[in-house]
């Protein structure tokens, strides 16, 4: 038997986005790409100028009278139900009939001709509203006797009053943790195209294609088989689409069944910004009691998060902060409290990281704090507080999950390693005791992150493929392609399963129509979730192959192989398009329909207690910083990273995830800092007065490593991890090297107790608060 090569394109592999040139050469079709069909119509929102208030009339006569304009849509036109709340809580209206809840709040809809003509008619609006006081803050809403937006959760583990008060040290602190914009190059977009009965094809920019179905059909009162939501492609995401799309997706579809004509809304830039919701900021209050070696006996906190006028996923993000407030550290005594505040803001929503970067970045905080306390490097804090295993009990996280999988030790020590990081710190001591205006800093900082919805029945996903005749495939799943490499990591899946070049695979729009009641595509689970249900179609589709050529050709069913590009059948070697072409004349089913569920994941939320995480990823990074004292900017001169994704599937898609997350975290930390005026109006939105990181922030030496020598030990897709969001928190080593660059003007006497983000503004302030005590 002759050698056969490799397949291409196989797992394990570094292959290239299977839409990479597409992109480059700008033929990847987007929503906005769509080739629009005659009669096609514009939607635009008209939006509240005031924060809070009671809405007493609308008198919208200028609006359907402007040029162009073919109709106006407000509450009173919805066909069943004034709800969009991705929860079920009843608490998010298409548009408001009684109250404003926040600036920027969608009141109506124009459908005109044009987009233009739809955007300067939604300007005409006269609004009769009579202002309400208004909070724009979690603080302020606190004073102001504001309810919270959903069910606050606790973890509690061990005796921490009395851990607390026989700690050798303690210490208090408050850290404000900034919002983000998502920032997606693609905006919201949605496309309805009417259809005969209750008939609608909703085209749009959407992490979650099942939600938005459901949603269009609740909003026009019909069952969800009347619609169906497609998605070819998005550009960006990060946790932005997954439940702000809602909104666009219904007024499309109401306008387009309303007029029977197909109906596109895109907003601007500027009102995308501000009429969706961002990544939820946070005011942490922590109490850590701690020995002498600095490690930490006690810790007590409370999460109060901006959360905007409804509820949106404002529990479950919550929620997830308290579940990464440990990040790798085991508290032996511990009591962690969320509080989602309801405030007159855009309803935040989920982000890249899901509340887990907001809980890392404060479990830093108090390391640090600790570190300047005892005059230590934050490293060996860090490390003298990493989990431990069974055998000395310091494996039990403060939901009571145990961590069986622990690799921190070695990930860190190894990364310290690599980078040099103790000389290179005894270097920035060295340098920044001679003084000058420019002080730099260092900090290695790890990750540990639970990968699972931590809402259970989330946790699964389909997939359908189809073999031809001819031996091409047709690959389908539930997960949503936003650039992050999905749908080429589930077709090198298939095509390893088949053995076939994975260009036979075709790969076609995540639609309703295909895989029902999908998963959105979020909590770093697309890979995991969707390449395990399109493995088991496969699987489906090889038995039935395994068992027709053994009969066919009259060997036994172990003597069938699929090899590259063919398949063994016995002595036999045959080409794959030969089996499929004989299974086909056979009346072999060439087609499967696959599912999977994550396995042996619970969560009781009552009790605090459960594994809502199926396995964790972990991390580190170390950067380097210089600041100017007298001008607060700084830059970061280089990070290096070690990252742990198992056995990567495809490993320069997941060090350009590892790359992308870390700079989405450094700019969180950073520069991108979202600020509402006293009327509640947010004046950062837009790219000109938004800052997110250019190429020119990056590290100037950027090393980025995968952890080659890791394998899940839980049965993931080939054993791989997730890569999505456990990165993004890496940039905190850029935010913790800015701290040690400031402490420096004190001689490290103080920790700096920088907020994030932290602006050369900022970093100038805090400057010259501590140079002011030295």
Known sequence: MKHQPNIRGAVHEDRQHDSAIKHVRGLAEYTDDIAEPVGTLHAYLGVSSVAHATLKGLDLSDVRAAPGVVDVLTA???????????????DEPVFPTEKIEFHGQPLFAVIAETRDAARRAAMLAKVDAEALPHALDPIAAQA???????????????????AMATAPHRLQGRLSVGGQDHMYLEGQIAFALPGEDDDVIVYCSTQHPSEAQHMVAHVLGVPSNAVVVNVRRMGGGFGGKESQMNLFAVVAAMAAKRLNRPVKIRPDRDQDMTATGKRHDFIIDYDVGFDGAGRIRAVDGTFAARCGWSSDLSGPVTDRALF?????????HVRLQSRPMKTNTVSNTAFRGFGGPQGVVAAERMIEEIAYALGKDPLEVRKANFYGDAHDGRNLTPYHQEVTDNIIGRVV???????????????????????GVLRKGIALTPVKFGISFTATHYNQAGALIHVYSDGSIHLNHGGTEMGQGLNTKVAQVVADAFQVDFERIKITRTTTEKVPNTSAT???????????AALDAAEQIKARLVEFAAGHWGVRPDEVRFVPGHVQVGAQLLPWEQVIKAAYMARVHLSAAGFYKTPDIHWDRAAGKGRPFYYYAYGASCSEVTIDTLTGEYRVERTDILHDVGRSLNPVLDRGQVEGAFVQGMGWLTTEELWWDEKGALRTHAPSTYKIPLASDRPRVFNVALAEWSENRERTIKRSKAVGEPPFMLG?????ALSMAVASVADYRECPRLDAPATPERVLLAVERLAGRA
Request: glycine share 10%; proline share 6%; charged share 25%.
């Open 413 to 435: 020590s190894e990364l310290e390693e690599s980078c040099g990081y103790q000389q290179r710190r005894r270097d920035i001591l060295a340098c920044n005791a001679m003084g």
């Open 144 to 162: 102001a006797g504001y309810p919270l937006v959903t069910e606050p959760l606790k973890l509690e583990r061990g005796e921490l009053e009395t």
């Open 324 to 332: 990464h407030a440990d990040n790798a550290y085991f508290y032996p």
């Open 732 to 736: 905190i080593s850029v935010f913790e």
């Open 522 to 532: 979020a909590a770093s689970s697309g890979s995991d979730l969707n390449g395990m």
């Open 76 to 90: 009173a036109d919805i066909p069943g139900h004034n709800d969009i709340s991705p929860t079920g809580r009843g």
